[in-house]
């Protein structure tokens, strides 16, 4: 398991889920970022992750584990 951490405005988040999932995570969010057009297309694998991260949180259902609810989006 591996633990990121991200910020959403002045809040730091953190995640943790398994090594195979970040990679699988970064994919996801780098083809959202090409597919919408995230900062112009001039952010960083990391920008795209973090913006992933905070949006794929902000759908999360109660109830739901944060950590579970973004390994589910690669499962």
Sequence with gaps: M???HFF???RQLTIT???VCW???QNLANEA???EGWL???GSDWDYLNIWIIRRL???PNGIDKNEWV???VL
């Design 2 to 4: 591996e633990s990121r």
């Design 33 to 35: 970022a090409a597919s």
């Design 23 to 25: 990679a699988a995570i």
């Design 17 to 19: 889920v398994s090594e």
């Design 40 to 42: 112009g297309g001039h």
């Design 71 to 73: 390994a589910q989006a």
């Design 8 to 10: 959403d405005d002045e």
């Design 58 to 60: 902000a759908k999360r």
